[in-house]
């Protein structure tokens, strides 16, 4: 069993900053790796970051440059800082591990933090 929690969402003008944070609990390793999604209204979930256990990082076309993201392994925390934001990077932004075999090919995610930008 895996839980996950994101946090650290809100509102934010175009062209500013938040931070995202995701506490990992459970039977999760910091070998896994963890992903982050998003959801805007009507839209399907979305692929925005990944960072590998040994911290190899990989983003959308959509944010890169503008967002990053990290981990901190002894904590179990991940985290995807957000800059430049825009409008269209309002969604609801969700935590996931990568399913492998450390977590029996599941795919567990957190409740999801909402991100409002406001042009």
């Known amino acids: 069993q895996v839980q996950l929690v994101e946090s650290g969402g809100g509102l934010a003008q175009a062209g500013g900053s938040l931070r995202l944070s995701c506490a990992a609990s459970?039977?999760?390793?910091?070998?896994?790796?963890m992903d982050w999604y998003r959801q805007a209204p009507g839209k399907q979930r979305e692929l925005v970051a990944s960072?590998?256990?040994?911290?190899?990082?990989n983003y959308a076309d959509s944010v890169k440059g503008r967002f990053t993201t990290s981990r901190d392994n002894v904590k179990n925390m991940v985290y995807l800082q957000m800059n430049s934001l825009k409008p269209e990077d309002t969604a609801v932004y969700y935590c996931?591990?990568?399913?492998?075999?450390?977590?029996?090919?599941?795919?567990?995610w957190g409740q999801g933090t909402q991100v409002t930008v406001s042009s």
């Open positions: 960072i590998t256990g040994g911290g190899n990082t």
């Open positions: 459970g039977s999760i390793f910091s070998i896994n790796t």
């Open positions: 996931s591990n990568s399913p492998d075999s450390t977590t029996s090919w599941r795919r567990y």
